[in-house]
């Protein structure tokens, strides 16, 4: 079963800078504008670090800091664009889901959560897509701020998404949220570009009946 207990989610905490502070400002990737961008907006056409998707119609912003990267995130999510999200990630990228939710599995829980990579993220993100549709929204509100003076860095958000489905376990058209907490872990690589390479999934405190993206995953790994 892999997944990080609390004492190892305590530990990463314990790595904040004491300039670090809790951030009430929400960091809300506003999807619709994205989509929508016109010349002399903040997006430019992709470097050569990765090619975008396929249709070229999906935004992408250099992620020369980490708050662009959850804007790619969520363009990537909103247009169902594979290569875009991907490209958000690192080679040796992991997940890791809440205890509780792995528990809920039972005896697929390991089947579901264990070594997780980045082929799991891609094989879920594009069963999801196949079945939803087009125009998912999440938005991100900033507990833990980043300290991007390093090679490495974490922040730790909350987050709300909305898939409208329209195959699958789901009634067509039946709007489903995911509410939970997660610490994203980010690395800057030598062309001075951010992604993610640890992704640590916490329910939410009061998740309203909601579950949480780690359940979303472990439901699309294939």
Not at 91 to 118: C, H, K
Not at 127 to 138: A, K, L, P, R
Not at 146 to 157: F, G, L, M, Q, V
């Amino acid at each position: 079963m892999e997944h990080l207990g609390k004492p190892e989610q305590d530990l990463l905490g314990r790595r904040s800078r004491g300039a670090r502070r809790r951030s009430t400002a929400a960091v809300c990737v506003a999807v619709a504008a994205l989509l929508v961008a016109a010349p002399g907006c903040i997006f430019s056409p992709r470097d050569p670090d990765g090619p975008p998707d396929e249709t070229g119609e999906v935004p992408w912003v250099t992620p020369t800091d980490t708050d662009k990267v959850l804007e790619n995130l969520a363009a990537a999510l909103a247009g169902e664009g594979i290569s875009n999200y991907a490209d958000c990630f690192t080679e040796d990228f992991r997940f890791y889901v809440d205890p509780q939710d792995s528990l809920n599995a039972g005896q697929e829980g390991d089947d579901r959560y264990a070594n997780w990579t980045i082929d799991d993220e891609t094989t879920y993100i594009g069963s999801v897509f196949q079945e939803s549709d087009e125009g998912i929204s999440v938005t991100f509100s900033t507990v833990i701020e980043p300290d991007e003076n390093d090679i490495e860095t974490y922040r730790r958000e909350d987050y709300v998404m909305t898939i409208i489905w329209r195959s699958g376990d789901h009634e067509p058209g039946e709007p489903v949220t995911y509410r939970g907490q997660v610490t994203l872990w980010l690395r800057r690589d030598d062309t001075e570009l951010w992604s993610i390479f640890r992704w640590v999934d916490r329910r939410a405190d009061d998740p309203g009946g909601s579950e949480t993206w780690g359940v979303l995953r472990g439901d699309y790994r294939g």
